[in-house]
Nanobody, 116 residues
């Protein structure tokens, strides 16, 4: 059974930082490209960041470049999202995504709220 469990969300002030984690089980984690997506209330889900299977390449949405860092630990079956300099507009539910060809898996999401 494939399971992706996000954690680390919460309430933070503008300019603050959070580190999200996504623990995976039930599949060969190192064989999957991992991504973070987010969905703000009333908006479509959008891609935040992507990391390759071995972690040698990453890509970010333009608005996250320089502020967010995606990483993974294949020994721990976990992908991370370090978020710095958070803005009010970063408020959203953040989802972990695992993809290999047509096989796609999602976590349940973790809420991030940026507010003073």
């Amino acid at each position: 059974q494939v399971v992706l469990v996000e954690s680390g969300g919460g309430l933070v002030q503008p300019g603050g930082s959070l580190r999200l984690s996504c623990a995976a089980s039930g599949f060969t984690f190192s064989a999957y490209t991992m991504s973070w997506y987010r969905q703000a209330s009333g908006k479509d889900r959008e891609l935040v960041a992507v990391i390759t299977r071995v972690g040698d390449s990453t890509n970010y949405a333009d608005s996250m470049k320089g502020r967010f860092t995606i990483s993974r630990d294949n020994a721990k079956n976990t992908v991370y999202l370090q978020m710095n300099s958070l803005k009010v507009e970063d408020t959203a539910v953040y989802y972990c995504n695992a993809r290999r060809g047509v096989n796609v898996h999602w976590g349940q999401g973790t809420q991030v709220t940026v507010s003073s």
